[in-house]
C-alpha cells in the first residue's frame, strides 16, 4: 500500500499492519509519530532499501535524512538492503541486515535484433534524472568518436543531448522497447561519479545491459565493481583515459565483445534473475517464522 497522501491513506496502512503477518516499509522514511505506531501495530517490521536515501542526491551529507533513515533502521526487526554499501550503513544502526540486491527478468531481454553495419553503437539508459552522469564521460566519448569510425551514443531515456561532438541516436525509452533498442547496440555504458550517492546505487543499467548481452564498461564505483568482472563479462574504468581506450579496443573486437556479453548473461542469469533473488528473500523470510 501507498504511504503517501492524506492522513486516511495512513490509517488504512496501519489497519493492513495489524492484521498482516510481516510488514515491508520500501525504501521511504517515516514520521517520527507514525513510525512508532507502524511499529506498535506491525508483528514483524522490515525496511526494503536500495538507494542512498540517508544522504543528498548530490552525496552529500544531510542530518535530517540521516535521522529519519537511522530511526526507521533501528526499530525493523529486518533490513533488506540492495548493496554491500548500504548494508554497511545500516549495520551501523541494525545488526540484523540482509543484502538482497536488484534482479530483473532476464526472460525478458532474450530479444533478437539486428546490429548496425555502418556505426558502432554505444547504449546508454537511463533517464533527466541520471544524464548527469552521461554528461560526465562526454569528453571520453569525443575522444574515443576520433578513434572509432562511426561511433554512435544510442540514448534511450527522456531526452538527447544534440551538438556534443559526436553521433546521437535518441531513443525514448518504453518498458516494451527497451530490451530490444539495448539489444541492437554494441557495447553498453555505465558511468558514475565517485560519491556516497553513487556507492549506493544498485546496478540496474548493468543488469540490463548483461541480460541483452552487451559487453559493458562501468565505472569502478560501488556495486559497478562486484557486478563487472575485469576482463570476464566487460570493463571498469577509473579515468577518461580508461574510457577512451576501452571503447576504442571492443569496438574494434567483436569477439571480445561477445564473449563479454555471453559470460554477462550466464551471470546475470545465476545471481541476479527474479528466480535467483525471490529465492534469496523467501529463504530470508522463512526464516524469520
Known amino acids: ?12 496502512a496501519l489497519a493492513y499492519a495489524r492484521r498482516a503477518h510481516t510488514v515491508i516499509v520500501h525504501r521511504k522514511t517515516l514520521p517520527f509519530l507514525y513510525l512508532r505506531l ?19 542526491d548530490d552525496g552529500t551529507s544531510s542530518a535530517s535524512r540521516m535521522a529519519h533513515f537511522s530511526a526507521i533502521v533501528r526499530v525493523c526487526d529486518n533490513i533488506f538492503a540492495g548493496n554491500k554499501y548500504l548494508a554497511k550503513t545500516a549495520e551501523a544502526f541494525n545488526r540484523n541486515v540482509i543484502h538482497v540486491p536488484t534482479s530483473i527478468d532476464t526472460s525478458k531481454y532474450l530479444v533478437d535484433a539486428n546490429k548496425p553495419e555502418t556505426t558502432t553503437d554505444i547504449a546508454w539508459i537511463g533517464s533527466s534524472s541520471t544524464r548527469k ?11 574515443a568518436n576520433q578513434l572509432v569510425f562511426n561511433l554512435r551514443l544510442k540514448i534511450i531515456a527522456d531526452f538527447d543531448l544534440p551538438n556534443i561532438g559526436l553521433q546521437t541516436l535518441p ?16 557495447i553498453g555504458i555505465a558511468p558514475l561519479t565517485d560519491d556516497n550517492w553513487s556507492r549506493g546505487k544498485c ?25 563487472v568482472h575485469q ?10 583515459h580508461d574510457w577512451v581506450e576501452t571503447i576504442n579496443r571492443l569496438a574494434s573486437d567483436i569477439r571480445l ?9 550466464r551471470f546475470v542469469k545465476d545471481n541476479y534473475s ?16
Open 1 to 12: 500500500m501507498l504511504l503517501a497522501g492524506n492522513a486516511k491513506n495512513y490509517l488504512q
Open 133 to 143: 552522469y552521461l554528461e560526465h564521460i562526454i569528453p571520453a566519448l569525443q575522444i
Open 203 to 227: 546496478g540496474l543499467k548493468v543488469l540490463q545491459y548483461m541480460a541483452t548481452g552487451l559487453p559493458v564498461i562501468a565505472s569502478n564505483v560501488g556495486v559497478n565493481s562486484e557486478l
Open 257 to 265: 565483445r561477445t564473449d563479454y556479453g555471453n559470460a554477462g548473461r
Open 38 to 56: 507502524l511499529r506498535i501495530n506491525a508483528r514483524r517490521l522490515i525496511f526494503d532499501f536500495d538507494d542512498a536515501i540517508f544522504c543528498k
Open 231 to 240: 576482463g570476464v563479462n566487460g570493463e571498469l574504468a577509473c579515468t577518461m
Open 171 to 186: 531513443v525514448q525509452w518504453t518498458s516494451d522497447s527497451e530490451a530490444k533498442e539495448l539489444a541492437s547496440a554494441h
Open 274 to 289: 527474479t528466480e535467483a533473488v525471490f529465492n534469496r528473500i523467501l529463504n530470508s523470510l522463512n526464516a524469520m517464522i
